[in-house]
């Protein structure tokens, strides 16, 4: 920050009755500079723009992802088969959802936006003791009607000015324990959630590690190798295998459950597809038969 330029006037101030009024007003113009450079230093800070391209951004990923499912959901069936041989609509919308979430977490840890409301707050509250100071030194100062003020004046004036300072140094102090109190808030929940991740992980993993969880699927296409370049295969919306020549695909592992199972090719030259619903029981194999259906309309 700037150095006050009152500030080495102060050491020399001078209460003799000639001296009295600049005195004063050096007094009066020092606590003043003081509180503007506050309010200026708040106001000067960057936090407001940055939170509100986050939160924009956040809101436009957010909206994106939920709307990339419906996208492919509504397109007609054959656009939605040659689109998902070249992009992954579904996975672009998980995508989209999982920035939205970590760029609000970023805001979120980093304080962005609570920080640009904590400067508010303090600019608000030093401004409005600058207003009080003010008002109070010019009811104390039109008492004195034209004749230097006696010393219990000047006490008064002086005080007026000290509680001023105080109350500006309060509202800086507030808002630091804010911070402070706010920062290690967010540190300790950010590691608690990162060990509970961790742990998370772990789990994953031994659980992943143990085969009883999974299970294969033989999927037989009873038409396959009538397909034009063999048959692409997708399970629960995400593409596995392509180009699959004759009528046979394996996938493993595959996790116990139930799961979509999705087969997409063009049958002299028009768009063919069948699904099922299959059934994956821990350790076995399940063998679905699916039947590729030529589209009615070439042109869906």
Same mark, same amino acid.
């Given at each position: 920050?700037?150095?006050?330029?009152?500030?080495?006037?102060?050491?020399?101030? %001078?209460?003799?009755?000639?001296?009295?009024?600049?005195?004063?007003?050096?007094?009066?113009?020092?606590?003043?500079?003081?509180?503007?450079?506050?309010?200026?230093?708040?106001?000067?800070?960057?936090?407001?723009?940055?939170?509100?391209?986050?939160?924009?951004?956040?809101?436009?990923?957010?909206?994106?992802?939920?709307?990339?499912?419906?996208?492919?959901?509504?397109?007609?069936?054959?656009?939605?088969?040659?689109?998902?041989?070249?992009?992954?609509?579904?996975?672009?919308?998980?995508?989209?959802?999982?920035?939205?979430?970590?760029?609000?977490?970023?805001?979120?840890?980093?304080?962005?936006?609570?920080?640009?409301?904590?400067?508010?707050?303090?600019?608000?509250?030093?401004?409005?003791?600058?207003?009080?100071?003010?008002?109070?030194?010019?009811?104390?100062?039109?008492?004195?009607?034209?004749?230097?003020?006696?010393?219990?004046?000047?006490?008064?004036?002086?005080?007026?000015?000290?509680?001023?300072?105080?109350?500006?140094?309060?509202?800086?102090?507030?808002?630091?324990?804010?911070?402070?109190?706010?920062?290690?808030?967010?540190?300790?929940?950010?590691?608690?959630?990162?060990?509970?991740?961790?742990?998370?992980?772990?789990?994953?993993?031994?659980?992943?590690?143990?085969?009883?969880?999974?299970?294969?699927?033989?999927?037989?296409? %009873?038409?396959?190798?009538?397909?034009?370049?063999?048959?692409?295969?997708?399970?629960?919306?995400?593409?596995?295998?392509?180009?699959?020549?004759?009528?046979?695909?394996?996938?493993?592992?595959?996790?116990?459950?139930?799961?979509?199972?999705?087969?997409?090719?063009?049958?002299?030259?028009?768009?063919?597809?069948?699904?099922?619903?299959?059934?994956?029981?821990?350790?076995?194999?399940?063998?679905?038969?699916?039947?590729?259906?030529?589209?009615?309309?070439?042109?869906?």
């Amino acid at each position: 920050m700037t150095k006050n330029p009152h500030c080495e006037s102060l050491s020399g101030l %001078s209460w003799k009755p000639s001296d009295t009024e600049r005195s004063l007003q050096t007094l009066r113009e020092y606590a003043e500079w003081e509180a503007r450079r506050q309010v200026d230093w708040y106001h000067s800070r960057k936090p407001a723009a940055l939170s509100s391209r986050l939160r924009l951004a956040a809101i436009l990923f957010g909206a994106l992802g939920g709307l990339l499912p419906l996208l492919k959901a509504t397109l007609p069936s054959g656009a939605a088969t040659a689109l998902s041989r070249y992009a992954g609509i579904s996975e672009a919308g998980y995508l989209s959802l999982a920035l939205a979430v970590a760029i609000f977490q970023l805001d979120r840890y980093f304080g962005i936006s609570t920080t640009w409301m904590r400067y508010v707050t303090a600019a608000s509250a030093v401004e409005k003791s600058l207003e009080e100071y003010r008002m109070e030194w010019a009811n104390l100062t039109s008492q004195l009607q034209g004749v230097p003020p006696t010393a219990s004046q000047i006490h008064q004036l002086i005080g007026c000015t000290t509680n001023f300072s105080l109350a500006v140094k309060s509202h800086v102090e507030q808002e630091t324990k804010a911070w402070l109190i706010e920062f290690q808030s967010n540190l300790a929940q950010l590691d608690g959630e990162m060990k509970a991740r961790a742990h998370e992980v772990k789990d994953q993993v031994q659980s992943a590690s143990q085969p009883g969880n999974f299970g294969a699927i033989s999927l037989t296409v %009873s038409n396959g190798t009538a397909a034009d370049g063999g048959f692409d295969v997708e399970l629960n919306g995400n593409r596995v295998e392509g180009k699959i020549i004759g009528g046979k695909c394996g996938i493993c592992p595959v996790a116990a459950g139930l799961h979509r199972v999705r087969v997409m090719a063009t049958i002299g030259g028009r768009p063919a597809a069948a699904s099922d619903v299959v059934e994956v029981s821990a350790g076995a194999i399940a063998r679905p038969t699916l039947e590729l259906a030529i589209s009615e309309n070439p042109e869906k």
